[in-house]
């Protein structure tokens, strides 16, 4: 008789609920066989006609597709596929693709592949995750035309015969919306994360789901049994009668509750034996954030405003950011008591670009970015903190400036913060007069000054997205020199260590807000050495939540003196291995997936 392997992992939790089931293994993700040759000189118009069909083919599938779709589910999954109907009219991409066969001379389907791969390139560039996650969108639309020209296809809709738990790589919105919803009683990923489609749709269509698994597809053999727990991100596989059992016990006991993928009735981020980190989520204009209460989260850390610069091409005027700041501000207040919705002011520039607004330059990373175009521009700067005052009237609200890099910046935002307020006092418009002031510390200049900055503001936010770059010289978004990009290289340790103790030493808080605060090894070891508050997606909450309340302040200080115990030429590499087996010793379940 075979003995139940009973496999445990843990992923990304994205979609709450529990499921159990067989598992239906979709591995048809091989590449699609696509055709690449030279056309004959003259046949170049017929290689375009062929595309120019096809297109006119995906636009009316589309169009039926979102007919079906607005009957079944809401406006979420259909901005989907609107989104891909615009790539589809997009003008530049069509004359590019177009060009390349008029120019270079080949097929239409290897033109399409150059096109679709460098605007992959430039989308998975972008630092934001919900932007970089929509090169799922052009993959899908490639893959639409592809398929169209070729007549190849995946089709896991007509495999699915059963109800299963779905197991694959990944999934293309299309793909995961034409399987039969019946059928699908969980999803498990290898990849994805909580801004994925499959992500979206999971939750939109109320479909437990775990993302971000690593290697599941090659754990799992098709028809296995697997649990699944959508609000921790736990899954097992080929459970034995006491796995079952626990989460029979488990799914009765949270079901008629609210769904929740909080991992427990402990407020987000407590620790084992009482103690605290706050969790707050980062946000960005038009992103939805519905949710965010479920995950846990008791405030917003970041809230990027220079989306509302980005989704318009133009700068908002003061009323219209005046509404959006008052949105998230009311929003917040309604997390917990005393919530505080932190508004980042305009962090332009470098690989946030706004055409007629952000210049030309040779090395925009280190150039008039952020607070530094802020105070260059001072009429935008003073729209933009008086719609921030105004908002922090209608819920607490605390202002941050990005990129601040020496100690004048911070008078001069102060002082322009302080004109901004008497303007709107002389209009007679009310505000918090006692609004919090802060600055991100992404730049080795402003951790190496951290103990004079700490005098002067009420908080400190480290970027480490961007002091990871500063520090390191290496682009973050820079594939080539990702092996170089390491929090933990002990130059970057030291400057948050700084940054903490200088803000302690004057009683500020400190939080982290950059991905690597989301990040199971790496956010705990921030928490570890004093930072006050994590800021992140708001769907990997539950993650950080559940790994901070298996530890105690103890198990924090031993964390954090895991570097110390390394030889000094301790490598990054060796350091995060280090803090990852410590980790998965007290935390197995953590992890199981990525093993
Ligand atoms: C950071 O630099 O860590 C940060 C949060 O800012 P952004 O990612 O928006 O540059
Ligand atoms: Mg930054």
């Not at 998230?328 to 207040?333: K, N, V």
């Not at 090395?363 to 530094?372: A, E, K, Y």
Request: some cysteine; hydrophobic content about 40%; proline content about 5%.
């Amino acid at each position: 008789m075979s003995s139940n392997r009973n496999i445990s992992a843990t992923g990304l939790p994205v979609s709450s609920g529990f499921a159990a089931g067989k598992a239906f293994v979709f591995r048809g993700d091989g590449e699609l066989p696509v055709p690449e040759y030279i056309v004959e000189k003259g046949r170049e118009q017929e290689e375009i006609d062929r595309y120019r069909k096809a297109l006119d083919n995906i636009r009316r599938d589309l169009h039926a597709l979102i007919g079906v779709l607005r009957e079944r589910t809401g406006r979420e999954d259909i901005r989907v596929f609107e989104c891909h109907l615009m790539i589809l009219e997009d003008e530049v991409l069509q004359e590019e693709i177009e060009g390349y066969v008029k120019k270079d001379g080949v097929n239409i389907e290897c033109a399409i592949k150059r096109a679709m791969g460098a605007a992959r390139a430039l989308f998975g560039r972008m630092n934001d995750p919900y932007f970089r996650e929509r090169v799922r969108d052009i993959d899908d639309v490639e893959r639409r035309i592809l398929k169209e020209l070729t007549g190849y296809d995946r089709k896991p809709h007509l495999e699915l015969k059963e109800p299963s738990v779905v197991i694959a790589n990944d999934l293309t919105p299309s793909e995961t919306v034409q399987l039969p919803r019946e059928y699908v009683l969980g999803f498990a990923m290898n990849g994805g994360s909580a801004t994925s489609h499959v992500a979206l749709l999971a939750r939109a269509l109320s479909i437990p789901a775990v993302c971000g698994l690593g290697n599941i597809t090659s754990l799992v053999e098709p028809g296995t049994m697997i649990l699944l727990d959508g609000s921790t991100g736990n899954i097992v596989v080929d459970p034995d009668e006491d796995a079952k059992a626990r989460f029979a016990e488990l799914s009765d006991s949270r079901k008629g509750g609210t769904p929740s993928a909080a991992p427990s009735d402990r407020p987000a981020g407590m620790l084992k034996d009482g103690g605290d980190v706050m969790l707050l989520a980062n946000v960005h204009p038009g992103a939805p954030v519905a949710g965010i209460k479920e995950y846990g989260a008791r405030g917003v850390g970041l809230y990027r405003s220079e989306y509302l610069w980005l989704n318009r091409g133009l700068e908002p005027s003061e009323d219209e950011q005046f509404e959006a700041y008052r949105d998230i501000a009311a929003f917040t207040s309604t997390l917990a008591p005393g919530a505080v919705a932190t508004i980042r002011a305009l962090d332009i520039g470098g690989d946030k670009t706004v055409r007629g607004i952000s210049s030309k330059e040779s090395n925009p990373f280190l150039g008039n970015r952020s607070i530094r175009y802020l105070l260059s521009e001072r009429g935008v700067f003073r729209r933009q903190l008086r719609a921030i005052l105004r908002a922090s009237a209608y819920g607490k609200v605390a202002v941050m400036y990005p990129m601040v890099s020496c100690i004048e910046e911070i008078f001069a935002a102060a002082e322009e913060l302080d004109a901004a307020k008497e303007s709107l006092r002389k209009d007679g418009i009310a505000f918090d007069e006692s609004i919090q002031s802060g600055v991100m510390i992404e730049v080795p200049s402003a951790a190496l000054n951290a103990g004079i900055f700490a005098k002067h503001v009420d908080f400190f936010s480290i970027g480490t997205n961007d002091l990871v770059q500063y520090t390191l010289a290496a682009d973050r978004g820079n594939e080539s020199v990702s092996h170089l990009y390491q929090p933990l290289n002990p130059a970057v340790v030291k400057l948050v260590k700084m940054t903490i103790d200088a803000a302690k030493k004057e009683g500020k808080k400190v939080a982290v807000c950059g991905e690597s605060a989301a990040d199971p090894v790496l956010g705990p070891f921030w928490a570890a050495m004093g930072a006050d508050m994590l800021s992140m997606s708001a769907s990997y909450i539950p993650v950080i939540s559940r790994v901070l309340s298996s530890l105690t302040r103890a198990d924090l200080d031993e964390y954090a003196g895991i570097p110390s115990t390394l030889p000094e030429t301790a490598t990054a590499a060796e350091i995060f291995e280090a803090c990852r087996r410590w980790m998965s010793a007290k935390m197995p379940l953590i992890e199981g997936g990525r093993a």
